[in-house]
């Protein structure tokens, strides 16, 4: 089964589904078909990693992005 990588981690999707990537007139790929619940995890994932890594400032980011 395919999986992906979130947080350090390998999981399938939790539908266990698969989807195709196309190219025009034929398949390329295959990858898991993610459902609102693996993406929300996810986000969660990603925002714990940018909330507890030193060194990243997420702020002054926002802040640079507005000028």
Avoid at 16 to 26: H, L, Q, S, V
Avoid at 28 to 35: G, K
Avoid at 49 to 60: A, H, I, N, Y
């Amino acid at each position: 089964a395919l999986r992906m990588y979130v947080y350090g981690h390998w999981s399938e999707a939790r539908s266990g589904r698969t989807t195709a990537i196309p190219n025009p007139g034929k398949m390329v790929a295959e990858a898991p078909d993610a459902t609102r619940e693996d993406m929300r995890a996810a986000i969660a994932a990603t925002r714990r990693s940018f909330d507890t890594s030193p060194g990243v400032l997420t702020t002054g980011r926002s802040v640079n992005r507005r000028r």
